[in-house]
């Protein structure tokens, strides 16, 4: 191989690293990113409509050790350790992606970034089981909103929530079909069952 086309190559297999390394664009934390979780999505939006702008991540004697607290209100039950664990997780994974701050470092009052505020408003009222936008049925304006997803074709609305598996009782995982007054699902075990949607 003579040197030039040999130098050829080697522009191009540089060039080639050069597009595949992830640029600042790439890198900077968002919502298709991160690939927000139901308690990440929480935490940001909670966060967002909060009156006190600050997130607790406070040691406790329980099981889970920690617990996350929004406006001073715990996010789960101190004693319900899975729901303890999955906001800890998110809380940790929101401020590996900056999208939470430590102005003080005490490493414990949490404050939006911009990018997580950025991120927060981005997926305010929007429904993460169907991307569709939900309504604020809240009624006490000291609370925080309550959003209800409205798609009687979305798990996760008002008219699915709380449908689980007749044959094991977990969560559906999709519509498979539906009409008038009934929904076909397959839950997250490949079971498929039916209900009438409900209020
Ligand atoms: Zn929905
Ligand atoms: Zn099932």
């Not at 003579?2 to 050829?8: L, P, T, W």
């Not at 939470?100 to 505020?117: I, K, M, P, T």
Request: include cysteine; glycine fraction near 10%.
């Amino acid at each position: 191989m003579d040197r030039e086309v040999f130098d050829g190559i080697l522009r191009t297999w540089l060039k080639g690293i050069e597009g595949a390394s992830p640029t600042v664009q790439q890198v900077r934390p968002s919502k298709r990113e991160l690939a927000l979780r139901r308690e990440e999505a929480e935490i940001l939006t909670r966060l967002l409509d909060s009156r006190t702008k600050m997130l607790q991540f406070v040691k406790v004697d329980s099981a889970a050790g920690f617990i996350v607290l929004i406006d001073t209100d715990p996010l789960s039950d101190a004693f319900d350790t899975d729901a303890c664990l999955r906001y800890i997780e998110a809380f940790q994974r929101l401020r590996e992606h900056g999208l939470l701050v430590n102005h003080s470092g005490d490493g414990q009052v949490f404050h939006l970034s911009a990018e997580g505020r950025g991120g927060a408003k981005q997926i305010r009222g929007k429904c993460l089981g169907c991307g569709r936008s939900m309504m604020n049925v809240g009624t006490d304006s000291a609370e925080p909103l309550v959003w209800e997803c409205n798609n009687p074709r979305c798990i996760d609305s008002t008219w699915h929530r709380d449908t689980v598996c007749s044959t094991c009782g977990k969560r559906p995982a999709e519509i498979t079909s539906g009409g008038l007054n009934f929904t076909n699902f397959l839950c997250e075990d490949g079971h498929a069952f039916k209900t009438t949607p409900k209020r």
